[in-house]
């Protein structure tokens, strides 16, 4: 079983709707979680993160921990064409006294005008 | 410098060939990390250095892959006797502190190889 597990994709949803993106982890004792956005081409950008369980919005994006189902999401909200990217949900297990984070591998958006 | 500067921006190998992919890190980050991206996956982790020490390199495939970070800034990732599953691109992070849990981290533009 791998660490971190996403949605294989791609996902397509038209322009001004929600989009949805879904992440799972195996090790129950992770404290950290990130979203981290790719461009074709480019390097992941961080865009979220979440420490806790519940929600976390920031602008159009939401992001939501259940540590107990051990599943983050990441909710976009009025999807633009810019939002057309691969979403890469990072963890942190706290495993190691340094902040190792492992990727899972990424969910691919397209936004549709 | 402003951000993570990696070099080259691609290179290409002959097979059994050594590379060496350069790592410039942001000014004062004290963690480095190297990862592995295959077309279509995720970054896979290969190394990190803590300054100059290297804490783990659990990720590295095999003993070809060698990494170092002798004064704690620049490092280089050298592969030797490459391999086509090497083709790949390795991308370089870095991050201000150690162990916070909460600490962004910075992408270079990675480097692509392509072994032939």
């Known amino acids: 079983q791998k660490e971190v597990e996403q949605n294989s994709g791609p996902l397509s949803v038209p322009e001004g709707a929600i989009a949805s993106l879904n992440c799972t982890y195996s090790?129950?004792?992770?404290?950290?979680f990130f979203w981290y956005r790719q461009y074709s081409g480019k390097s992941p950008e961080l865009i979220m993160s979440?420490?806790?369980?519940g929600d976390k919005e920031d602008g159009r994006f939401t992001a939501q921990l259940n540590k107990a189902s051990q599943y983050v999401s990441l909710l976009i909200r009025d999807s633009q064409p810019s939002d057309s990217a691969t979403y890469l949900c990072?963890?942190?297990?706290?495993?190691?006294?340094?902040?190792?984070?492992?990727f899972g591998p990424g969910t691919s958006l397209s936004v549709i005008p | 410098g402003a951000g993570v500067s990696q070099s080259p921006r691609y290179k290409v190998a002959k097979r059994g060939q050594d590379v060496a992919l350069r790592c410039d890190p942001i000014?004062?980050?004290?963690?480095l990390f190297w990862y592995q991206q295959a077309l279509g996956q995720g970054p896979e982790f290969l190394t990190y250095?803590?300054?100059?020490?290297?804490?783990?390199k659990s990720g590295l495939p095999s003993d070809r892959f060698f990494a170092e970070r002798p004064e704690g800034s620049v490092s280089t990732l050298k592969i030797q006797r490459t391999q086509q599953e090497d083709s790949a691109v390795y991308l370089c992070?870095?991050?201000?502190?150690?162990?916070?849990?909460?600490?962004?981290?910075?992408f270079g533009s990675g480097t692509q190889l392509s072994v032939l």
């Open positions: 990072a963890v942190n297990t706290g495993k190691t006294s340094y902040d190792k984070v492992i």
């Open positions: 090790d129950r004792g992770s404290q950290s």
């Open positions: 000014s004062g980050h004290v963690s």
């Open positions: 250095f803590q300054n100059e020490a290297q804490l783990d």
């Open positions: 992070a870095s991050s201000l502190t150690v162990g916070q849990g909460t600490e962004k981290l910075f």
């Open positions: 979440i420490y806790s369980n």
